[in-house]
Nanobody, 119 residues
Framework: VQLQASGGGLVQPGESLRLACVASGLYLDHYSIGWFRQPPGKEREGVSCISHRDGSTYYADSVKGRFTMSRENGENTAYLQMNSLRPEDTAVYYC?????????????WGEGTQVTVSS
């Protein structure tokens, strides 16, 4: 199993980014998948999760209304659309499997992608 996150970059506050997570070695439609992040010098924070059963999505309070998660099972890819980015969203973002609505557990994450929000 391998998950590869991409799409990060340096943006100004208020701008948007779209992260992608490509899964290989599995059929993504059998798993929930989500994103978590590691801000510099801080603890890891669960960001989102999308269920494989019914497509339900779950978000951390800090990103609700700004971030939207989706999945394309045929492409074995999950996405995180991030709008209205804030400096506090700066972090390395990772995607992982088997998350749930509590956003406290992710497995099999690979390399993350750096998101920097700064003016």
């Amino acid at each position: 199993v391998q998950l590869q996150a991409s799409g990060g970059g340096l943006v100004q506050p208020g701008e948007s980014l779209r992260l992608a997570c490509v899964a290989s070695g599995l059929y993504l439609d059998h798993y929930s998948i989500g994103w978590f992040r590691q801000p510099p010098g801080k603890e890891r924070e669960g960001v989102s999760c999308i269920s494989h059963r019914d497509g339900s999505t779950y978000y951390a309070d800090s990103v609700k209304g700004r971030f939207t998660m989706s999945r394309e099972n045929g492409e074995n890819t999950a996405y995180l659309q991030m709008n209205s980015l804030r400096p506090e969203d700066t972090a390395v973002y990772y995607c992982g499997l088997d998350c749930n609505n509590e956003l406290g557990y992710y497995r099999d994450w690979g390399e993350g992608t750096q998101v920097t929000v700064s003016s």
